[in-house]
């Protein structure tokens, strides 16, 4: 089982009333903060993941680096496996024409709003994660 090291505390990425999203290397993990448990990965990035947001109800939580991953976060918790189809989660600007996203500057029920790197802003559907214009 994987456990939290001393230096968790610079790689949070979010946090919630229940969770953590933590940067390790290349990887978003998600732990359980009442007993610092490793729950899943729940993005992979070429590149580390740059930032992430957790829906202040716990539904879902959006990483963003090299595109955007937006991960459900209910049981089963299945672990993000790169090109892989589910609905445990939704991505883009992964491949392709690639999005390199250095920040989550506002998410609402309606959209998320992404700093590129370069300084560009970008509006996503919150629902799809299909750009908005």
Same mark, same amino acid.
């Given at each position: 089982?994987?456990?939290? *090291?001393?230096?968790? @505390?610079?790689? !949070?990425?979010?946090?919630?009333?229940?969770?953590?999203?933590?940067?390790?290397?290349?990887?978003?993990?998600?732990?359980?903060?009442?007993?610092?448990?490793?729950?899943?990965?729940?993005?992979?990035?070429?590149?580390?993941?740059?930032?992430?947001?957790?829906?202040?109800? @716990?539904?879902?939580? !959006?990483?963003?680096?090299?595109?955007?991953?937006?991960?459900?976060?209910?049981?089963?918790?299945?672990?993000? /496996?790169?090109?892989?189809? *589910?609905?445990? =989660?939704?991505? *883009?600007?992964?491949?392709?024409?690639?999005? =390199?996203?250095?920040? !989550?500057?506002?998410?609402?029920?309606?959209?998320?709003?992404?700093?590129?790197?370069?300084? @560009?802003?970008?509006?996503?559907? !919150?629902?799809?994660?299909? /750009?908005?214009?």
């Amino acid at each position: 089982m994987k456990n939290l *090291t001393t230096d968790f @505390e610079e790689r !949070i990425l979010a946090e919630s009333e229940n969770y953590y999203i933590l940067r390790n290397y290349e990887e978003a993990e998600l732990y359980r903060k009442s007993d610092l448990e490793y729950i899943t990965r729940v993005a992979d990035y070429y590149g580390d993941p740059q930032d992430a947001y957790i829906d202040p109800e @716990e539904r879902f939580c !959006i990483t963003v680096g090299c595109g955007l991953v937006k991960y459900y976060l209910c049981e089963p918790f299945e672990a993000y /496996l790169y090109d892989r189809n *589910t609905p445990q =989660w939704i991505e *883009t600007g992964r491949e392709g024409n690639i999005m =390199w996203c250095d920040h !989550i500057d506002e998410v609402t029920n309606d959209y998320v709003l992404v700093s590129l790197d370069g300084g @560009e802003k970008r509006k996503f559907d !919150i629902d799809t994660l299909t /750009l908005m214009e």
